[in-house]
């Protein structure tokens, strides 16, 4: 099938603006993420300890929590109770970013790619500014939910790469150069978050919390001239008919009959192993965030917010920069099903070194081992995106956002609670839980590989029986 071509302008390179957009969002937000991130410890340790906090951003405020020892009761208390506020600020975040990316993914194939793209760009905007006015106000932690809801409802960042996504789709083969585009854009991803990681940690030493955090919407406005200027794709079911009810349940309808449908009988359980690898990959990618700088700020590694910059850098670099480029590699040697279960076997490495290490040495070198641990993401909608016709793209990467944010969020929300619960006994075993997750994708990636040929040979014996009986009778 091929996919639509944009009319017009659009044939121009200005449909490239796509990926500078992708990368700026990310980027921006990753300033903002990495702060606030790191602000929470910091708030939680002076409200509950302000005598004994360090009063330097360039130092970890756990480990700085108590001047006569860095492994104390009081840096056990602070972790947790950050932990215990993590659960909260998933659920602010989590339940309405579910619900608005199911909607969001189908609303763009009806209304086009282009105007969707304003929604996350413009919302988180003003969540940024308003979390920004609220740290210099000095108001309680927990006014910072309120912003976190508004975030949720505009599809988090989730949204605007789902809407990324889609954009690439549109202007693909359905072909093997879609698995790179998707994959250059998950580079995209990469590389803001590396370069807002380590911007954040800098400015933080420099200036403290609240400046990054204001930095990062004044550099949304330069997404808002970008996605001006991208040309549209041609949608097949663009409309412009007003949103009801029934339409809003509609697009709910569409982002989730991929797993269940008999319109997709056939491919269902395609559809629905697929979802589970790349749920379970943005589970352990991305929903480890702050548990694991929690981790890593703490005693034995007591990182600096620059060192927390860098060492995320190293870990897009390695997981979401370096491995998607060698996406292509792999491709010519394998299939994608094949690449998937590669990385989960990196994977299940990676999180087993990273919960043992007890030096810094360590703790970077199960980056490397575990490079490969992001790959089952982008091969899962690659593989998705070629089975689904192009007039439902948007339906399908809305449905897959929604699942990411669900596993996300869900992520997020579970590995505080292990956190919280195991800071006293051994704080690794969260990553022991990841590598468990990674090895159930594992195990769902070698189905992905052997059904299909399991199916063909059967097919094919099928075939043989009935040519001996056509033998046979003749």
């Given at each position: 099938?091929?996919t639509?071509?944009?009319?017009g302008?659009?044939?121009?390179?200005?449909r490239?603006?796509?990926?500078?957009?992708?990368?700026v969002h990310v980027?921006?937000?990753?300033?903002y993420?990495?702060?606030t991130?790191l602000f929470?410890?910091?708030?939680?340790?002076?409200?509950?300890y302000p005598n004994?906090?360090s009063?330097?951003?360039?130092d970890?405020s756990?480990?700085?929590?108590?001047?006569?020892?860095?492994?104390?009761e009081?840096?056990?208390v602070?972790q947790?109770?950050?932990?215990?506020?993590?659960?909260y600020?998933?659920?602010c975040?989590?339940?309405?970013?579910i619900?608005?990316n199911l909607?969001l993914?189908?609303?763009?194939d009806r209304?086009g790619?282009?105007?969707?793209?304003m929604?996350?760009?413009?919302?988180l905007?003003?969540?940024?500014m308003?979390?920004?006015i609220l740290?210099?106000?000095?108001?309680?932690?927990?006014?910072l939910?309120?912003?976190m809801?508004v975030?949720?409802f505009v599809g988090?960042?989730?949204?605007?790469?789902l809407?990324?996504?889609?954009y690439?789709?549109d202007?693909?083969e359905n072909?093997r150069s879609?698995?790179f585009?998707?994959?250059?854009?998950?580079?995209?991803?990469?590389m803001g978050v590396?370069?807002g990681?380590?911007?954040s940690?800098?400015?933080i030493e420099?200036?403290?919390y609240?400046w990054?955090v204001v930095?990062?919407?004044l550099?949304k406005?330069?997404?808002?001239?970008l996605?001006?200027?991208?040309?549209?794709?041609?949608?097949?079911?663009k409309s412009?008919?007003?949103?009801?009810?029934k339409?809003?349940?509609d697009?709910i309808?569409q982002?989730?009959?991929f797993?269940?449908?008999?319109k997709?009988r056939?491919?269902?359980?395609k559809y629905?192993?697929?979802?589970?690898v790349?749920v379970?990959?943005c589970?352990?990618?991305?929903?480890?965030n702050?548990a694991?700088?929690?981790y890593i700020?703490s005693?034995?590694?007591?990182l600096?917010?620059?060192?927390?910059?860098w060492?995320?850098?190293?870990?897009?670099?390695v997981?979401q920069?370096?491995s998607?480029?060698l996406?292509?590699?792999f491709?010519?040697?394998?299939?994608?099903?094949?690449?998937?279960?590669?990385?989960?076997l990196s994977?299940?490495a990676?999180?087993?070194?990273?919960?043992?290490?007890?030096?810094?040495?360590?703790?970077f070198?199960s980056?490397?081992?575990?490079?490969?641990?992001a790959?089952?993401?982008?091969t899962?909608?690659a593989?998705?995106?070629?089975e689904?016709?192009?007039?439902s793209q948007?339906?399908?990467f809305?449905g897959?956002?929604?699942?990411?944010?669900?596993g996300?969020?869900f992520?997020s929300?579970v590995?505080g609670?292990?956190?919280?619960?195991t800071?006293y006994l051994?704080?690794?075993?969260?990553?022991?839980f990841m590598?468990?997750?990674c090895?159930?994708s594992f195990?769902?990636?070698?189905?992905?590989?052997i059904?299909p040929?399991c199916?063909s040979?059967?097919?094919?014996n099928?075939?043989?029986?009935?040519?001996?009986l056509?033998e046979?009778?003749l």
């Amino acid at each position: 099938m091929t996919t639509k071509k944009l009319d017009g302008a659009a044939a121009s390179r200005r449909r490239y603006l796509i990926g500078p957009i992708c990368f700026v969002h990310v980027f921006t937000f990753g300033i903002y993420n990495s702060t606030t991130v790191l602000f929470f410890p910091e708030y939680v340790g002076k409200f509950l300890y302000p005598n004994t906090t360090s009063e330097t951003s360039a130092d970890s405020s756990i480990c700085n929590s108590d001047s006569n020892s860095t492994d104390t009761e009081s840096e056990k208390v602070i972790q947790a109770e950050v932990a215990r506020f993590t659960i909260y600020a998933s659920l602010c975040v989590g339940i309405p970013c579910i619900i608005s990316n199911l909607l969001l993914g189908s609303i763009s194939d009806r209304y086009g790619r282009k105007m969707m793209l304003m929604i996350p760009t413009i919302g988180l905007l003003l969540v940024e500014m308003s979390t920004a006015i609220l740290m210099y106000l000095d108001v309680h932690l927990y006014y910072l939910l309120i912003p976190m809801v508004v975030q949720g409802f505009v599809g988090d960042t989730f949204s605007l790469i789902l809407f990324v996504m889609s954009y690439v789709s549109d202007i693909t083969e359905n072909n093997r150069s879609r698995t790179f585009g998707i994959a250059i854009m998950e580079c995209c991803i990469g590389m803001g978050v590396v370069i807002g990681g380590i911007v954040s940690g800098y400015m933080i030493e420099a200036f403290g919390y609240i400046w990054p955090v204001v930095t990062s919407p004044l550099c949304k406005i330069i997404n808002i001239f970008l996605i001006a200027c991208l040309p549209a794709t041609d949608v097949q079911n663009k409309s412009t008919d007003p949103l009801t009810l029934k339409t809003v349940l509609d697009f709910i309808k569409q982002s989730l009959e991929f797993y269940y449908s008999k319109k997709y009988r056939g491919l269902r359980w395609k559809y629905n192993i697929c979802i589970v690898v790349y749920v379970m990959g943005c589970v352990c990618l991305i929903g480890r965030n702050a548990a694991e700088v929690l981790y890593i700020i703490s005693p034995p590694f007591c990182l600096s917010p620059v060192l927390v910059g860098w060492f995320h850098a190293a870990q897009q670099t390695v997981q979401q920069g370096i491995s998607m480029i060698l996406i292509r590699v792999f491709l010519i040697f394998m299939n994608a099903e094949a690449v998937s279960t590669m990385g989960a076997l990196s994977g299940i490495a990676g999180f087993i070194v990273q919960g043992l290490a007890t030096s810094n040495t360590v703790l970077f070198l199960s980056l490397v081992v575990g490079f490969g641990m992001a790959l089952g993401i982008p091969t899962m909608r690659a593989i998705m995106s070629k089975e689904t016709p192009s007039e439902s793209q948007g339906a399908l990467f809305g449905g897959m956002a929604a699942a990411q944010t669900a596993g996300t969020y869900f992520g997020s929300l579970v590995f505080g609670a292990i956190y919280e619960s195991t800071v006293y006994l051994f704080n690794g075993t969260v990553f022991m839980f990841m590598a468990g997750l990674c090895f159930i994708s594992f195990v769902l990636s070698i189905c992905l590989v052997i059904i299909p040929k399991c199916n063909s040979n059967e097919k094919a014996n099928m075939e043989k029986k009935d040519e001996k009986l056509t033998e046979h009778k003749l």
